[in-house]
């Protein structure tokens, strides 16, 4: 079933930055290599584990989106408004869970990524990942710490920042965020973003290419 997003392809050939900035990233997380075809899906990590972040999950949906992202990634932020579209699109049909995969390259990715995650322990995951897109132009790429500017917004939101600073400094926050990196890696993930439509990364030459395994997930489903 076809939908009636329209989606600027140009964006695409910005991917190609990603597998760059990937690059530097997994030289410095020394990951090991990408998991073969043969290798048994039981050794690897859940593409959903518990306590993961779902922005949409509705009732009787049957396929599940997964997308790898930095919140400091130029691509993840030129691809995100499709995202959105397509979420919308397909509004009472998917399920969408974005887990985190900071660059270490990225100044700030880190720092996003904490923000978030306080904000999320207060119920305010959507309203934050969305703040952290929207104002992405803002604050990528800065060698500074933005980390005041993240405590603004969570201000912004109303929340209480005293136990947001709490979340932030919490050595198990970072190693929440650290977890889906590892489990990012270890699914074979290299650069952001990468999205998974029911198990299957989805390998993107075009942004369309992320509808079509959805459409075709739905229709294997139907």
Known sequence: MQRSTTINLAIIGALAVAGIIAAGALATGAPGPAPSSSASTASLPALVPEGSH????PEGATVTVVEFLDFECEVCG???PYVEQIRED????IRYVPRYFPIPAHRNSMNAALAVEAAAQQGEYQAMYERMFETQSEWG?????EAP???GYADDLGLDLTAYDAVVADPATGARIRADFDAGLALGVQGTPT???????????????LTDAIDAAL????
Not at 54 to 57: F, G, I, Q
Not at 219 to 222: A, D, L, R, V, Y
């Open 54 to 57: 779902v922005l949409d999950d």
């Open 78 to 80: 030129a691809v995100y």
């Open 90 to 93: 397909y509004a009472g049909e």
């Open 141 to 145: 790429e800065r060698q500074e710490t």
């Open 149 to 151: 500017r993240f405590r």
């Open 195 to 209: 999205f998974f439509v029911d198990g299957e990364q989805v390998r993107l030459e075009r942004v369309a290419d």
């Open 219 to 222: 229709g294997s489903g139907e």
